[in-house]
C-alpha cells in the first residue's frame, strides 16, 4: 500500500495540528499502523502506534498530548497533536505493517514537516 503523509506546518508552542496518512487502498487487513518522527541530526523515533483492533500505544513523551486514531472507511489514519512543544518539531512519517504466514509487510509514507516554534 502507498501511503501519503500530509498535515503537518508551523505551530507555536501550545498549539494544534491534526496529521493525515492516506493509504492508497483499503487498510482493513492492515496489521498496524504507526507514526514515527525524526528530528534534524537523530534517529527516527516511534510516536504512536494503531492495530486493526484499534488498540493505541504511545511514547512517553507524547503520552496524554496526542491521539492517533484510524478510519477504515476513509483508509486513513490520523495523529491528532496538542499541546505541541518545540521538541515536537521533525518531520513525521506514517508506516503500515502487514503480517501473515511466512511474509511480512512494512510499507512508508514520505513524511510530512512539523515545525512548533518557542
Known amino acids: 500500500v502507498q501511503l501519503q503523509a500530509s498535515g503537518g506546518g508551523l505551530v507555536q508552542a501550545g498549539g494544534s495540528l491534526r496529521l493525515s496518512c492516506a493509504a492508497s487502498?483499503?487498510?482493513?487487513?492492515?496489521?498496524?499502523m504507526g507514526w514515527h518522527r525524526q528530528a534534524l541530526g537523530k534517529q527516527r523515533e516511534l510516536v504512536a502506534r494503531?492495530?486493526?483492533?484499534?488498540?493505541?500505544s504511545y511514547s512517553d513523551s507524547v503520552k496524554g498530548r496526542f491521539t492517533v486514531s484510524r478510519d477504515n472507511a476513509k483508509n486513513t489514519m490520523y495523529l491528532q497533536m496538542n499541546n505541541l512543544k518545540p521538541e515536537d518539531t521533525g518531520v513525521y512519517y506514517c508506516?503500515?505493517?502487514?503480517?501473515?504466514?511466512?511474509?511480512?509487510?512494512?510499507?512508508w509514507g514520505q513524511g510530512t514537516q512539523v515545525t512548533v516554534s518557542s
Open positions: 494503531i492495530t486493526s483492533s484499534g488498540t493505541t
Open positions: 508506516n503500515a505493517e502487514e503480517y501473515g504466514t511466512g511474509w511480512a509487510r512494512d510499507d
Open positions: 487502498g483499503s487498510i482493513d487487513s492492515i496489521t498496524r
